[in-house]
């Protein structure tokens, strides 16, 4: 089983994170081909080698028609000062009740502001089965945080940061991008929040913002190194939704290895490490096949490939074999095929 194991060294946002699998692997031209079916306006997506105390880390930059100047600076990667008018406070989701209007390239996605909206742009695109299922749980777990802090029906949480276009990217960016690597299963380190407090558009709160405590309820925090917001509620949001085990990095044979870099300097490399590889734990990995019920072991995705080249030899010709995973049988499918 294919298993990416995020090791949250200085937190995790979606950018770090769409550029650290880029840097894993990913095709990038994939990504931004797959984006294109959705309903937005153009875009230039691409990332820069930098160094982030002595590890070379992929950086991701995003421009858009009419802000050209724009890159991601995300709340994981400057001092907050999230005033309401803020154009790409885009980390940071709230539930008001209130239309902005905006011209330009923010009127098309505007219309998929709210987490309904959203979601149903997702349901309706072309996009891989997967990638709509992971993209869906990223959303809806972020709407059901924000709903429960500001006490509304979370189809109704107005994303105006996740609206934006660069926000979308990320999140959905990060599913493709998982769909590319072919990844099964997902873990996590624990992960660092961060200290201080923000300003947002209704006040000064303490970091972590409430949406991200809300959806990091349940999991493992690790002690805190820097000053400033470094699990963002993207962020947050993915862990919540897609990651099954959260711990120490174990029962994994890593196969790759990529790093997504954040913009400040922190004495902790600012970034955020992603190891790809099969796991080997019992019963999630790897079973036992042979002709006395003792044999080498397998991917368990191997299993009918193998299968099919035992019964391919001479000497398997008329006979019957078990799989079995460790003491219990699996199933008797070579004495039946």
């Known amino acids: 089983m294919r298993t990416l194991y995020l090791d949250c060294v200085s937190g995790i946002s979606g950018d770090m994170l769409l550029a650290a699998l880029v840097d894993l692997g990913a095709d990038l031209e994939y990504v931004k ?56 406070s885009h980390e940071h989701h709230h539930a008001h009740s209130h239309d902005h209007h905006h011209d330009g390239i923010y009127e098309h996605l505007h219309e998929h502001r709210k987490a309904a909206e959203i979601m149903e742009m997702i349901r309706e695109s072309d996009l891989p089965e997967r990638v709509k299922s992971r993209s869906l749980c990223i959303f809806e777990a972020i709407a059901l945080a924000e709903g429960k802090i ?47 407090k923000l300003k947002m558009a209704h006040g000064l709160y303490p970091i972590p913002a409430p949406a991200t405590a809300e959806l990091l309820k349940g999991i493992p925090l690790a002690p805190s190194h820097s000053h400033g917001e470094l699990t963002t509620p993207t962020g947050a949001g993915i862990l919540k939704a897609l990651v099954t085990r959260f711990g120490p990095l174990e029962n994994i044979t890593v196969e ?25 734990e019992p019963g999630t990995g790897k079973v036992s096949v042979g002709e006395e019920l003792a044999g080498g072991e397998i991917p368990r995705e191997d299993v009918a490939a193998t299968i099919v080249a ?19 049988p ?7 095929i």
């Not at 990529?258 to 590889?277: C, D, M, S």
Request: proline share 5%.
């Open 310 to 328: 035992v019964l391919n030899e001479e000497h398997t010709f008329k006979r019957g074999f078990d799989l079995i995973s460790g003491e219990t």
């Open 256 to 280: 790759q290895i990529g790093y997504g870099a954040g913009t400040k300097n922190f004495e902790v490399p600012n970034v955020i490490r992603v190891l790809l590889g099969q796991t080997n």
């Open 33 to 88: 081909r797959e984006l294109m079916k959705l309903p937005v306006d153009e875009f230039d997506l691409w990332v820069e080698t930098v160094d982030k105390r002595g590890i070379a880390a992929k950086k991701l930059h995003i421009r858009l028609p009419q802000t050209a100047a724009h890159h991601h600076t995300h709340a994981h990667d400057h001092a907050h000062s999230h005033d309401p008018d803020h154009s790409h």
């Open 150 to 196: 500001h006490g509304i029906d979370p189809m109704e949480v107005h994303f105006h940061e996740v609206g934006a276009m660069d926000s979308i990217i990320d999140t959905i960016g990060i599913c493709l991008a998982l769909e590319d690597l072919d990844v099964d299963k997902i873990q996590a380190s624990p992960v660092p929040t961060g200290y201080g």
């Open 330 to 336: 699996i199933a008797d499918a070579l004495k039946t």
